[in-house]
């Protein structure tokens, strides 16, 4: 409760400052990097969606099923997880024409962003899923209950309470990384900012105000998730 | 007349109004307890009532909120400087611990050292001993134990008993005054209890040491202690000897607590 | 498919390899710089004077939520305001080293936190020093988690390094992108990067497994 508390204090000092910059002599920069934010936000969001997707597909995939579905998500898992993200943003910016698929750069950047943080997403479900305990499952079987309802109706819901924390970091470093398709000429922040400095040489202010905007988003995603903990975890006991 | 002595009184260890909280929960309230010395009192109770609490703001693992403790009259969480008391130094708190050792409910030895180097360690390092001095001890009080073929295993080589009996040489190396046993047993498979009950019964014979045994083993309380405490909701309930407090207990609730783990067995 | 065999031989790979001592570089650098920096961000966020201990957490918390790139841009280009005109791998260096050391107190810190708390209550039981505790106790046994967690720390710096392809430093990333413009085809060059960067993955999973067993083997004897 005191994080939270102090996560909307930060949100809110973060407004009242940016409001006062408004009317200084920042505010030259700042339509450029309101319109850079916004992009930002939208390449995070469409990333965070293919990201919570494909962590449960593969995670549970990998970590429930067995045989060829399992293989195929750790084929998946350990391709995406195994290279650098950038790399991944190169890949399907520059190679992939080549063989005839064109991706426009906002495709090709959420993709890239998607696949990669999902994997990392996948291996913390799967994590999740081993530590659900496999007396539950027993118990399902004693009771008669199918393994898809068990999967669904039992082992899910937990695991989705489990993984809040590791998704959130993982998210946080996804929002991060959306500042590298600025080299896949997406105009998000980092590249408005680049921009900017290229024509003001006012590097420290400039890139000052992209981190002040990147820390106030990543104060925002730990406000939505720490009021995610505490809705759904309300009736899990904590297993020390 | 020790450096911190506050007064003279012929018991080792003293508690005096002693409250302890975790939070909201209070585990100690007004908690009044007197040990003679080279007495052994044997504390009983259901678990989560507070009896190990005593033992660890003995050692000085927990902090109280209110009260004092005394050590041969010396209190442990304040000092006397000046005539007033104030929080204590560390060279103070340190020269007290030296007289305490204890045992743990799970061992607690150190698991990258071997039998013989964990019992060295604090003789060494605390009391000024040579390595070899320390060596030649820790070997005779392993000895004693039982464990004279397991100088050079390492925790994870020998079984609980014998890990329990080796943190037991660990704390005897110290050349302690007061020995604390937080439920040396609970942790064991059944048929390891005998051989560390059978080293603390020795112990306790040899009246060498002032002793405060929490523990759930009723025969082996009754058998060795000069006194049972019956401890519950964060106070003495009834307490005194053996033969009264199995055979005679006047209190309700210690007499459902005895016939309860009498069912149970 | 058309792969150029002849430009992944004759051209990729040489200069790939070549740039790999500069990816090794700085790499290695950062990773030496971060135990260090990570040591004392650990000790200033743990202080006991809460000014200090504020402080560091904002500090660290604005360097953990906040693009490494930005932070390289902050750097490149804000030290020549202050008349420090640095090569951009120094730049790039002092960028790594900065946001990897507080990823290593984090390292630290969960090491740490894995020793049992009864660990410490039997070295107050045996009136040791908090010094002897800590570092003939605690210490080995948090060797167990923290070096394999080092180890993976290590690989993650080796895959951040494709980001000083933004300032222009000859990593293998940046080669890669510069033998695409130059002779128009980027999949040879992309793709065997990517190709080293999960072999290199791989390999390194498994040797931190050996070295985790290893460690787990001297130091405990299990």
Known sequence: MNNRLSTVGIIICLLIALYIASLTELKIYLPNFIEGAIVTVKVAVLSLILFFIMSFVAGIARGHFNGIIKWIATFYIEIFRGTSVLVILFWFFFVLPEFGILLSPLTAGVLGIGLNFGAYGAEIVRGAIASVAKGQSEASIALNISPYKHLTRIVVPQVFVITIPGLTNTAMELIKATSLVAGITIGELTFHAMKLNGIFFKPLEIFAIALFFYYFFAQFIRLISSYLEEHFSKHMNKEA | ?265 | ?222
């Not at chain 3, 992944?8 to 260090?36: D, G, H, Q």
């Not at chain 3, 080293?97 to 708390?117: D, H, Q």
Request: proline share 5%; charged share 20%; hydrophobic share 45%.
């Open chain 2, 1 to 265: 007349m020790l450096e911190g002595q506050l007064f003279m009184s012929d018991k080792k260890i003293i508690f005096e109004n002693v409250k302890k909280t975790y939070g909201d929960l209070i585990v100690l309230d007004d908690f009044n307890f007197l040990v003679d010395p080279n007495e052994s009192v044997a504390i009983i109770g259901p678990s989560g009532s507070g009896k190990t609490t005593i033992l660890r703001l003995l050692m000085t693992l927990e902090k109280m909120q209110e009260g004092l403790v005394y050590i041969d009259d010396e209190p442990i969480n304040m000092m006397k400087v000046n005539d007033k008391l104030v929080p204590v130094s560390n060279s103070y708190i340190r020269r007290i611990r030296s007289k305490i050792g204890m045992v743990f409910q799970n061992f607690n030895l150190f698991p990258h050292m071997t039998a013989l180097q964990n019992c060295i360690e604090s003789p060494v390092h605390t009391k000024g001993l040579s390595k070899t001095q320390a060596i030649d001890e820790s070997k005779k009080i392993l000895d004693s134990v039982g464990l004279s073929d397991k100088y050079d295993n390492y925790p994870s080589q020998l079984s609980g008993g014998q890990q329990q009996r080796v943190a037991i040489a660990r704390a005897l190396a110290m050349r302690p005054e007061i020995l604390l046993f937080d439920e040396p047993t609970s942790s064991l498979d059944p048929e390891m209890i005998g051989e560390v009950l059978n080293v603390i019964r020795d112990l306790i014979k040899s009246k060498k040491y002032t002793v405060l045994l929490a523990t759930h083993q009723m025969g082996f309380a009754k058998e060795v202690s000069d006194r049972v405490c019956f401890f519950n909701d964060g106070n003495i309930i009834e307490e005194g000897k053996p033969e009264k407090i199995f055979n005679n207990p006047k209190n309700e609730r210690l007499k459902k607590f005895l016939s309860k783990i009498l069912e149970a067995s």
């Open chain 3, 1 to 222: 498919m058309d792969w150029d065999w002849e430009l992944t031989l004759e051209v990729v790979i040489p200069r790939l390899l070549e740039a790999t001592w500069v990816t090794v570089y700085v790499t290695v650098i950062s990773f030496l710089l971060s135990l260090v920096g990570g040591l004392i961000f650990m000790i200033l966020k743990t202080s006991k004077n809460r000014l200090i201990s504020i402080i560091a957490t904002e500090f660290i918390e604005i360097i953990r939520s906040t693009p490494l790139l930005i932070q390289i841009f902050f750097i490149f280009f804000g030290l020549p305001r202050f008349g420090i005109t640095l090569p951009p791998v120094t730049s790039g260096i002092i960028a790594f080293s900065l946001y990897n050391s507080t990823l290593c107190a984090e390292v630290y810190r969960a090491g740490l936190l894995a020793i049992p708390k009864g660990q410490w209550e039997a070295c107050t039981a045996l009136n040791l020093s908090f010094v002897r505790s800590f570092f003939r106790i605690i210490f080995p046994q948090s060797l167990v988690p923290i070096v394999p967690a080092l180890g993976n720390f290590l690989v993650g710096i080796f895959k951040e390094t494709p980001i000083l392809s933004f300032v222009a430093v000859a990593e293998i990333m940046h080669v890669a992108k510069l033998i695409g413009y130059e002779y128009y085809e980027f999949t040879e060059a992309i793709t065997t990067v990517g190709i080293f960067f999960i072999i290199l993955s791989l390999i390194s999973a498994k040797l931190i497994n050996v070295i985790e067993n290893y460690v787990r083997r001297t130091v405990i004897h299990e």
